[in-house]
């Protein structure tokens, strides 16, 4: 499973998503977590993300993480419930820039 969750930052820089994230199958899975900030240029992103099980299992811990444009990062391996997980993701640009667009790719693996 690959999804891709893209977040644009609000007119002060600072941006904040809630999206569902939904492996198929009946199991468990292990995530691996990407992201990147595609544009503008001569930016850095600060924030945190949260991956959990919407019915509260399993839980992770949240991962801080800092980026500069078109730098991918790996946020590491996170465990996911097989149906409905919540991902949450907020942050900061410095330079404060609006528009400024983070795509998070998550990919699951057995």
Known sequence: MKQTIKVTTDASGAYSTT????????????VSLKAKLLSP???????????NGAKGKPTND???????????????K???AGGDNILK?????????????LSI???ASL
Do not use: C, Y
Not at 41 to 50: C, F, N, P, Q, R
């Open 62 to 76: 949240t991962k801080n993480f800092h980026a500069q444009t078109g730098q991918e990062i790996d946020l590491g």
């Open 105 to 107: 790719e998550v990919r």
């Open 89 to 101: 993701v907020a942050g900061q640009t410095s330079p404060v820039r609006a528009n400024v667009d």
């Open 41 to 51: 240029e001569a930016t850095t992103i600060t924030g945190t993300l949260d991956i």
């Open 19 to 30: 999206e569902m994230v939904n492996p198929p199958g009946p199991f468990g899975f292990t």
């Open 78 to 80: 996170w465990k996911l």
